[in-house]
């Protein structure tokens, strides 16, 4: 991804050049294990530092969504590099019950703005979680289509309100 700016010394984001490496887009949902002493937001913090250095390098971009003992998370970019990320996401003991929701070619990323966005479940997130027929934060029952409207609707979110306090977002700029 590169940077550009304006005559005004505005910042803006530049369209990645994704069209020779061919896009992938991955979802998938698991189990948050016993997160230590530290609990859970140290655990979230750790990993989010890391994905971001790392899907930087590797021009992979997404969102990790957390709650009620669940992660969901979409990770796309260049086919080769969300398979490689995915690969050590898998084996992470951080978490387990890791479920694949959707896998594949995209043309066009859905998150083209954070190396790794980040949404924890809230009470007021209820009537968005049933509008993808969810009760409780539940993911793996989720097919793609449910949850791509579920993490883009959360993202939206972020674009929205920035750094909120309902919603934090970490960006790639
Ligand atoms: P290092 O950071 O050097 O890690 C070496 C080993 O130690 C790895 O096996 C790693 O799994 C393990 N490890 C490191 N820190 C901890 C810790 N605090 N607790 C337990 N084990 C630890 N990585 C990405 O690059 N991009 C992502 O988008 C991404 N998303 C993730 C989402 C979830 C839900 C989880 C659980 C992990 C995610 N990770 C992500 C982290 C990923 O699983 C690897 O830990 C990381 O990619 C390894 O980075 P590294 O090769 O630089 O190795």
């Given amino acids: 991804m590169r940077k550009g700016g304006d005559s005004l010394g505005l910042e803006f984001m530049l369209e990645f050049d994704d069209a020779p490496k061919g896009l992938a887009r991955l979802v998938y949902a698991s189990r948050v ?29 997404g969102i990790l969504v ?4 669940r992660f969901l998370q979409l990770l796309e970019g260049p086919a080769g590099e969300v398979e490689a990320i995915f690969a050590r996401v898998e084996r992470d003991d951080r978490h387990d019950e890791v479920v694949v929701i959707a896998r594949g070619a995209v043309e066009r990323r859905l998150f083209r ?8 479940i809230v009470a007021a997130d209820r009537g968005v979680l049933a509008k993808v027929g ?38 790639a700029r």
């Avoid at 997160?35 to 590797?58: D, T, Y």
């Avoid at 957390?66 to 003992?69: A, L, S, Y």
């Avoid at 703005?113 to 924890?120: G, K, R, Y």
């Fill in 134 to 171: 969810l009760t409780d934060f539940t993911p793996d029952v989720l097919d793609e289509t449910s949850a791509l409207t579920l993490l883009t609707t959360l993202g939206a979110q972020h674009l929205r309100w920035g750094k909120s306090p309902k919603a934090e977002a970490w960006s």
């Fill in 33 to 61: 294990r016993d997160p230590g002493r530290g609990g859970l937001p140290e655990m979230v913090r750790a990993i989010l530092l890391k994905s971001i250095h790392n899907n930087r390098m590797a021009a992979v971009t």
């Fill in 66 to 69: 957390v709650g009620e003992g």
């Fill in 113 to 120: 703005d954070w190396n790794m966005a980040q949404h924890h």
